[in-house]
């Protein structure tokens, strides 16, 4: 079994900071398809902050300055570094990533952690 795991979500006030990690299992992160993605109750998924092909990153204009996406393969995980917090913000949070398997490490498999919720109010 081969899966991505979001942590490090939870309450915080308006201007706090959070930071995110995406641990994968089963298998490792390859390549640079990885990103963030947030979905607010009754709204659509939305972008938060990508890694491009090139290893550069990409950010929603909302969180541009306050968002930091990063990566450790040493520990198999993705970070989203989240500061300056806003209500607007609340939602849950979810990674995604190719994955090799270690069951058969010919396979990239894209995938989807099961989300982490993050809440900003007073």
């Known amino acids: 079994q081969v899966q991505l795991v979001e942590s490090g979500g939870g309450w915080v006030q308006p201007g706090g900071s959070l930071r995110l990690s995406c641990a994968a299992s089963?298998?490792?992160?390859?390549?640079?398809?990885l990103g963030w993605y947030r979905q607010a109750p009754g709204k659509q998924r939305e972008l938060v902050a990508t890694?491009?092909?090139?290893?550069?990153?990409n950010y929603a204009d909302s969180v541009k300055g306050r968002f930091t996406i990063s990566r450790d393969d040493a520990k198999n995980t993705l970070y989203l570094q989240m500061n300056n917090l806003k209500p607007e913000d609340t939602a849950v949070y979810s990674c995604?990533?190719?994955?090799?398997?270690?069951?058969?490490?010919?396979?990239?498999?894209?995938?989807w952690g099961q989300g982490t919720q993050v809440t900003v109010s007073s």
């Open positions: 890694f491009t092909s090139s290893g550069s990153t």
């Open positions: 995604t990533a190719e994955l090799r398997p270690d069951y058969d490490v010919s396979l990239v498999i894209p995938s």
């Open positions: 089963g298998g490792i992160i390859v390549g640079n398809a």
